[in-house]
């Protein structure tokens, strides 16, 4: 069985957000406000982190694509009172919508902050009600949701790998994130698979994880930037 | 005095309330079971045209690709009904609509909620799962069904899947 799991590239990255588009429009994620940004209450999927760095003029922005980390060890897993949260045996960190109860543990415990919750109805501009993804249900008010590694990708691909009688093949099923990303930082497949880029990747001496030392496992893993990894691995 | 009085009259108006209330109770129950809750445009007869030897993909024509069964539009009925095949009302309705080239507007029986995943292809072709299993006997409907033969509960899929070893993960079904 597959154990999911993303590399992101930070030497390719060039925080273009292809990836946050492709994600909001893949997911039906409600348009973004001003005014929400303010109070925090703002939707990302995978949203692009800055980190400055040194003072003027001397000062330099690094930025980090985070998506939900789909940790091994998920802590949101553990606090959901209802089990609408939940690891997969592939490993995906699910989100069962219609389950939550919106109590707002998750979003508590996740330390990467990639859990957020629908303070309010989902609201599109009008053209954009008519381009809903079909694949993917729209969360109601007062339901937490985070990134789902496009499961519904997943339903899909597997529907085709039945329909011809054969196992899912590597590469089949691709979250929209990967799939955009112009530079190709992002390298998404079975991190079981000790032949697939992934999981070769994955061994780099410049690969790291967010919060290591937490514990929570993450299978998304970052690839440190030149500069550092020449300190890290020199 | 007076304040009994107004006691007695509250009384008597209540009691007329209830009486009215009880009637048209009474006159709603006689007509709700007969009332369809679900109007089609045509009243569809399957039965016929499963013995005119039509099979179900001839107007359910997406089900063999897809996760949708399909319902059939004006153009799937119009390769037959040209000119009036029998004297029925509802196949003169039918003419007409051909005739005004309005859509077909069915509603849908069965259905799932948008968060749940139920792919056609899935169940009919890769596993050769008869519509009559989910559906129950549609070639012996003479009129459009108003309600799905299974209620889609999440037992409903889970009790075959249970039996058949297919997917219970969670993911499999929602999203």
Known sequence: MARWGMVIDLDKCTACQACVVACQVENNVPFNKPEEAEKGRNIFWIKLVPFEEGRFPEAKVRFLPLPCMHCDEPPCVEVCPVDATNITPEGIVRQIFARCIGCRYCTTACPYTVRYFNWYPPDFPAPMQEAHNPDVSVRPKGVVEKCTLCHHRLQKARANAIAENR???????????????????????????????????????????????????????????????????? | MDFQKSILEIRQRNIIMIGIGALIAFFVALVWPFTPSIEQPIQYNHQKHIQAGLECSTCHTLYENSAFAGLPQLDTCSTCHQEPLTESREEAKLLALIQQAKPLEWKQINRVPDHVYFSHRTHTVDREIGCATCHGPMEERTSPPTKPFFKWTMDACINCHEQRSATVDCNGCHR
């Open chain 1, 167 to 234: 196992p899912l093949l590597p590469g089949e099923y691709t979250p929209a994130c990967v799939e955009s990303c112009p530079p190709k930082a992002m390298v998404f497949g079975d991190l079981d698979d000790p032949n697939s880029e992934v999981a070769q990747l994955a061994r780099s001496p410049r690969a790291f994880r967010l919060l290591e030392e937490l514990g929570t496992k993450p299978k998304v893993i970052y690839l440190a930037e030149g500069e550092r990894s020449a300190t890290t691995t020199g």
